[in-house]
């Protein structure tokens, strides 16, 4: 009787190299992390300025970051990671708010 289908060692070798594969790859993907994370903050900042300007188009004056949140203009007041924005009300500018170091 002679059927088709793989051998226990051959399953045996082909989940060894997918878990060699996984291993190479996971500490690369958690490496990039932070430039992932770099790379949308910036790109959030972009989508905000444009939106400071259709607020000021809108209202003759630029906003708070809270205000377009309240007027739905954007959905979050921060990065996505995590990090809070601000905007110059008389340049109107978005820029990325650096936590202050604590002491301790």
Request: net charge negative.
């Amino acid at each position: 009787m002679n059927q088709k289908g793989f051998t226990l060692i051959e399953m045996l070798i082909v989940l060894l190299i997918i878990s060699v594969l996984i291993l190479i790859t996971v500490p690369n993907l958690t490496k990039h992390n932070d430039t992932v994370d770099e790379k949308g903050c910036e790109a959030y900042k972009k989508i905000v300025s444009s939106q400071v300007q259709l607020y000021k188009l809108e209202n003759q004056e630029f906003p708070t970051i809270d205000q377009l949140v309240d007027s739905a203009y954007i959905e979050q007041s921060s990065c996505p990671n995590g990090s809070p924005l601000s905007i110059n009300k008389t340049t109107g500018e978005v820029t990325e708010v650096s936590e202050p170091s604590s002491g301790n």
